[in-house]
């Protein structure tokens, strides 16, 4: 049942409801809802009057819209435009004309002529015409008892407001129609809507030598600029420029492969046509572009670092960087006791460390890590956001989100006897989670080798397990010198923040965790490249005052408050209210900061992780299909053409098709050793072109690193990973 059908039927008292709530009714379904609206819910019969008002208002957003779409409507204030449409009778064409003489721009008369017999005066309404009694309504009165719930009636008092034809000619037509003696329409002359599609196109046409629209006898010869781009479309051209984009208003570049060949969103376009995308002027930008480069140059401020955890599972994740959190003062002594005792309560004591980032009730009751939790914390030199992803295979996608975020990783190894052999082998989700990393964008790998306390802190156990790692991460694209190792325990929490174990410091002399974490260096910020944003998560908090908002990483340019983005692949504009980075409110946030954003103007259903919030001026391409260079994994089968896939970008993973093999290159050089190949076989770089299911947010590689990455997997392994270097669609 729905609510409205329950308040009908549901009887109420003088007790029922108490006082502010009675008000909080009357406000809410009485005083604001429309006339129809008071008839479906309630069984009110609105009068005369209110059903007149509220036709009226309807019509005239109507005609004013109209207006929007048919003029150059930024020399004209909206008061302007609602007094056109009022003084010409709710006619589009009349207004048209009002303004034209009005403002003495004859220009806006290109395909509206006057009648020669009668020159143009806005005239104001007439009573309507008395109607027949039921008794006298015959078959012949139809046409004039049609418009028994507004305009136009039988009188002509107001006009369509697409066709923008006059009074007279339906004042005319309708009285044809009631005598029985209508003609059949003279298909030889223009439609109305030949004249108003006709009048679209030169409006939004810089060329003013285009002929007027012909009348009463001519035939109508050319045809509008809208069936001219259809055409075009039709026969695969692309729209490149403002003046070919299918409603695009002059002046203003606008992508097809954004908005699509079937027509843009036109209060988007309408806004950036009339400047009203609020962005901060270039004197505060240049400030705080200025700003930002300052911060990253000085030694008193912090450097800013996005950290991975990858690993098998069960090896230690959670608990490992839970216990640093905790030694390094993030999480407060009472918290930590309270969580010990909830984990004993459960059968899982040694589990509190790990539920300082595994949060969710289920999470905990598994003792696995399901989605990404994000966190942080600080070190002397450095600002960590700290990304636990899960280990187990089945939540794969959610470690491809957690690891396209970041700028580092810590793998964590299991040194227990046998716990490391499971991990690494082929179906382990260590090997498969280095390959993710460095496939999207991780620069270095800290290796912690941990619970080596559980074999009484050997040296030898240490160095079986790095001659293990080491030459697969070398195959995999991390050298030596982008790897250091720690052994640790994160239990214990030994060689954490502190070296305490004697049998430890016999052997190893190198830095803790915190330590190696703080001689990391940040990558360089693409910070003066359009705005990107990418979301990872979406809620409502209402107790910060917050509101909707968003999760994410910034991966190029800067936004600060007051900024209008726009969300794709929804084509909305939003505004934003508040940044927040490491729960402190922030003006502006930079590339490369992980934050969360409050907005106005949009709502939460709108939003999905994986939407993008762009720069409305030079937003990020909606792509169905690219040329991609693919690096392959081990796929089982090969890969041949019209191989499916899932392809995972950011937070988001769409089927996908490869259409085509282009060729084989060397993976060093990038020369072509074959083309056109049949298949694709283990570790071969190819060219191919990838076709998708959907639209989704891709950038090219070389503009937008983060947001030209992929992966590819197909039956629950990850069978190659590419960037994108040519857009197609």
């Not at 009463?216 to 695969?236: H, I, V």
């Not at 209060?267 to 930002?292: F, G, P, W």
């Not at 910070?527 to 998560?537: A, K």
């Not at 001026?617 to 081990?634: C, G, R, W, Y």
Request: aromatic share 6%; glycine share 6%.
């Amino acid at each position: 049942m729905s609510r409205h059908t329950f308040y009908r039927n549901k009887k109420y008292s003088t007790t029922d409801l108490s006082d502010s709530e009675d008000e909080d009714w009357d406000n809410s379904y009485d005083n604001s809802v429309s006339p129809s609206g008071k008839e479906y819910m309630f069984g009110y019969r609105a009068s005369a009057k209110e059903q007149e008002e509220e036709e009226d208002e309807d019509l005239l957003i109507k005609c004013v819209d109209q207006l929007h779409s048919t003029i150059n409507s930024s020399n004209y204030t909206e008061e302007e435009l609602i007094e056109a449409v009022r003084e010409a009778n709710y006619s589009v064409s009349g207004a048209i004309k009002h303004l034209a003489h009005r403002s003495g721009n004859d220009d806006l008369l290109f395909g509206f002529e006057e009648s020669p017999k009668k020159s143009y005066a806005p005239t104001k309404t007439q009573p309507p015409k008395a109607q027949p009694a039921a008794s006298q309504r015959g078959p012949s009165n139809i046409a004039s008892n049609l418009n028994t719930r507004g305009k136009p009636n039988v009188t002509g008092k107001k006009v369509n407001a697409v066709q923008g034809t006059v009074t007279a000619t339906l004042a005319s037509t309708t009285k044809a129609a009631a005598s029985g003696n209508t003609k059949p329409f003279d298909f030889s002359s223009p439609s109305p809507d030949d004249i108003v599609l006709q009048t679209q196109g030169q409006a939004f046409s810089k060329k003013k030598d285009v002929p007027k629209a012909p009348t009463g006898g001519q035939k109508f010869q050319g045809k509008s600029r809208l069936q001219e781009q259809q055409e075009r479309l039709a026969k695969g051209e692309k729209l490149q420029n403002s003046q070919d984009d299918i409603g695009a208003p002059p002046g203003l570049t606008v992508s097809t492969t954004l908005y699509g060949s079937t027509g843009i969103n036109r209060d988007v376009a309408r806004a950036m046509e009339k400047k009203q995308v609020k962005q901060h002027n270039d004197a505060r930008r240049t400030q705080i572009l200025k700003s930002i480069k300052e911060s990253e140059e000085s030694s008193d401020s912090k450097a800013h670092i996005n950290l991975v955890v990858i690993g098998h599972v069960d090896a230690g994740k959670s608990t490992l960087m839970g216990h640093l959190m905790v030694l390094s003062g993030e999480v407060s002594e009472k918290t930590i006791n309270k969580y010990e005792r909830d984990a004993k309560v459960i059968g899982k004591g040694s589990f509190h460390f790990a539920w300082v980032l595994d949060e969710h009730a289920e999470e905990r009751e598994r003792g696995v890590t399901i989605d990404v939790s994000v966190n942080s914390f600080q070190t002397k030199t450095k600002q960590i956001t700290l990304l636990d992803a899960p280990g187990h295979k089945d939540f794969v996608p959610n470690m491809i989100s957690g690891a396209a975020q970041a700028d580092v990783a810590v793998l964590v190894i299991n040194a227990s006897d046998g716990e490391f052999e499971r991990g690494f082998k082929d179906d382990g989700q260590t090997k498969e989670h280095v390959v993710l990393a460095k496939s999207l964008g991780v620069s270095f790998l800290i290796v912690a080798i941990n619970k080596l306390d559980s074999v009484d802190w050997s040296e030898t156990r240490y160095n079986e397990l790095i001659e293990a790692v080491s030459p697969f991460l070398r195959r995999t694209g991390f050298p030596a010198s982008s790897v250091i190792y720690i052994p640790c325990s994160g239990l214990v929490g030994e060689n954490l923040t502190s070296q305490n174990s004697e049998l430890l410091k016999a052997w190893y002399k190198g830095p803790t965790l915190i330590d190696a974490i703080d001689q990391l260096k940040p990558p360089v910020r693409a910070v003066e490249n359009p705005c990107r944003f990418v979301v990872s998560d979406v809620y409502r908090d209402n107790l910060s005052g917050m509101g909707v908002c968003v999760g994410g990483k910034v991966e190029s340019g800067f936004l600060a408050k007051k900024d209008q983005l726009l969300v794709l692949p929804i084509n909305e504009l939003c505004t934003i209210k508040t940044i927040k980075f490491h729960n402190d409110s922030v003006e502006y946030a930079a590339a490369g900061s992980n934050i969360d954003i409050g907005l106005l103007n949009i709502e939460m259903n709108m939003l999905q992780v994986g939407s993008v919030l762009c720069d409305p001026l030079d937003p990020i391409p909606l792509v169905t299909s690219f040329k991609a260079q693919i690096i392959t994994f081990n796929p089982q089968p090969p890969i041949l053409r019209g191989t499916q896939f899932l392809l995972h970008t950011q937070s988001i993973n769409t089927p996908g098709c490869i259409k085509q093999l282009l060729n084989i290159v060397d993976v060093k050089t990038g020369e072509v050793k074959a083309t056109k190949p049949k298949c694709l076989t283990k570790s071969v770089s190819a060219n191919v072109i990838i076709t998708l299911d959907k639209p989704i947010c891709l950038d090219l590689y070389s503009k937008c690193k983060s947001l030209g990455r992929f992966t590819m997997r197909d039956s629950g392994k990850t069978i190659g990973a590419g960037v994108v270097t040519k857009i197609l669609s």
